[in-house]
Every structure is written in C-alpha cells, then in structure tokens.
C-alpha cells in the first residue's frame, strides 16, 4: 500500500482593486433591473423627439382633459396636448439635470476632502469650515438662494442642487484620504520626491474611488429628486418644455377631476427615482464589503 501526499494547491493570485472593478459584471436581478430602467430613459432622452407621437408642446393635438385614449394613450392636459409626448420629452431634462449635478458635486466635492485630508493643518480646518457652513444651511433653502441669485433654468437648478451635494462628497473623500495617506506606498512616493499633488490624484484619489462611485451612485436619485422639487416650485425648465415636476404642479388641481393627468408623470419620476435608487444599492453591494446585504442583488 502506498501512500500519496496530496500536492498543495497553488496560492491564488490577488486582483488589485482597479482590476476588480474593471472586471465587475452586471449580474442579479436588482442589478438588471436598474440598468434596463436606466437605459430605458437615456433612450428615451435621446431619441425622444423621434418617437413622440406629437410635437410635446403643441397646444390642442386632441380635445382638453381627454382621458386615454387610442389617439392618445396616457390622454391630454388642460391645453389639449399630448401626455405620452411629454413625458418622454420630461426624460432629458430629468437626466441632464441629475448628471450634471452630480458631476459638479462631484469634481468640486472630491478636490476638497482629498486636499483637506492629504494637506492637512491649515488647508484642513479651513477646507472642513467651510464644509459644514454649507452643511448648516439646510439644503433647499441654499439651492434656493443660489437659484435666486442665478436665476432659473435647468442649469442654474442643476448648479443649485450640485453646490448643496458638495458636502457629502468632501467629508467621504476626506475621511477616506486619511485612511490612505497612512499607508506605506504614499510614504514611499514621499521619499522618491513626488509631489503633493502628484501623490494625491496618481495614489490617493485610485485608492478612493469604491466610496466615491458609491457615493455618485446614491447621489443621482438625490439630485434627481431635488430637482423635481425645484421644478415644482417653478424654478426648473422654463414653460412650456415639459419636465415631471412641473408637469404635476401644472395639474395638481385636477387631481380628483382628471387624475391620469398628474399620475403618469408621477409614475415616470417614480420609476427613474427607483432604477437610481437601485443602481446605488447594486453599487455599494458590489464594491464595499462591509455593508453588503443578502439582497441577492
């Protein structure tokens, strides 16, 4: 009888983080979801003005207050033009205004905890001062403010909403930057006579980037939300292009007469609400270990 030794298995080879997330696949059923409600709506950005039945703007393509209908599926508003148009013409303006919100918030946000994390003394306390005054001003009260000074429109409202996320950003880039700075291969770079900023955006900001896609993720239901509000306050797109927040304030008083006039825009910013929101869950159960869930997303 002969003895066999069992040959030990090679050690599996890391994947560095960067790698990892290249590799990420969109897989379970949250995850598909969001994606195909996500890119139901950039194409319906895109190429709205093609598949509209009528033009979103025209005034009395069918009778007023008209329910649903084969001439007009999700019916008409109070001046007789087509719902079904202008909900897919409110898609653009809804993702514009969330992307470059966040994109804003973004950039700005990122620089200054990265800067206030890595520099450290003065650059800290100055940089985390002024983080918390925008964190003292509540939200839509600020957005409001800047809009007043800038004016309305989807940019200055986009801008508004940008400046407000700002904090969110700056205090997740900071603590994790001071995480990081405390690792050897930033004291290494530090030693071969790298510079500061060299160091924070060729080591720090790769190093970041998990809590900051997380961070974006989450952000895009957030703006897209405020966004909404703003427009329903009448500081959105100017009449008579057709965003949801202004289409719902527009019909708010035929609630209980006409009600499909204020429920298919609602609907349509519930749906884009929820596929961001589901889009953050599958993000952050993807890439922080820490707080994934049993969701099977």
Request: glycine content about 8%; proline content about 7%; aromatic content about 8%.
């Given at each position: ?35 195909l409600l996500i890119v139901g709506y950039v194409l319906l950005a895109v ?75 003065l650059w800290d306390g100055v940089l985390s001062r002024f983080v918390d ?57 530090r030693l071969c006579g790298r510079g500061k900023s060299w160091i924070m ?97």
């Amino acid at each position: 009888m002969t003895n066999t030794v069992a040959r030990p298995s090679p050690p599996a080879t890391p994947v560095s983080a960067p790698r990892r997330f290249l590799r990420w696949p969109v897989r379970g059923l949250v995850a598909n979801i969001a994606v195909l409600l996500i890119v139901g709506y950039v194409l319906l950005a895109v190429f709205g003005s093609v598949i509209t039945p009528y033009e979103p703007n025209e005034v009395g393509v069918g009778p007023r207050l008209s329910p649903p209908s084969p001439d007009h599926w999700l019916g008409t508003d109070a001046l007789g033009r087509d719902q079904l148009s202008r909900i897919i013409a409110a898609a653009r303006p809804a993702l514009l205004s969330a992307l470059y919100a966040v994109l804003f918030a973004l950039v700005i946000g990122t620089t200054i905890g990265i800067a206030a994390g890595f520099l450290g003394r003065l650059w800290d306390g100055v940089l985390s001062r002024f983080v918390d005054l925008l964190f003292a001003i509540p939200e839509y009260l600020l957005a409001i403010l800047v809009i007043a000074v800038m004016g309305s429109g989807l940019i200055n409202a986009s801008l508004a909403i940008g400046i407000v996320s700002v904090p969110r950003f700056a205090r997740i880039a900071r603590s994790s930057t001071l995480e990081v700075a405390q690792r050897s291969f930033v004291d290494a770079a530090r030693l071969c006579g790298r510079g500061k900023s060299w160091i924070m955006f060729r080591h720090v900001l790769p190093n970041i980037a998990s809590p900051i896609v997380i961070m974006t993720a989450i952000s895009l239901s957030t703006a897209e939300g405020a966004y909404a509000a703003l427009s329903f306050l009448g500081f959105g797109v100017r009449p008579p292009d057709a965003d949801y927040g202004s289409m719902i304030s527009s019909s708010q008083q035929y609630l209980l007469t006409d009600p499909w006039i204020v429920a298919f825009p609602a609907i349509a910013f519930v749906v884009l609400v929820l596929a961001f929101n589901l889009l953050g869950d599958v993000m952050r159960d993807r890439l922080d270990p820490h707080t994934r869930t049993a969701s099977g997303a």
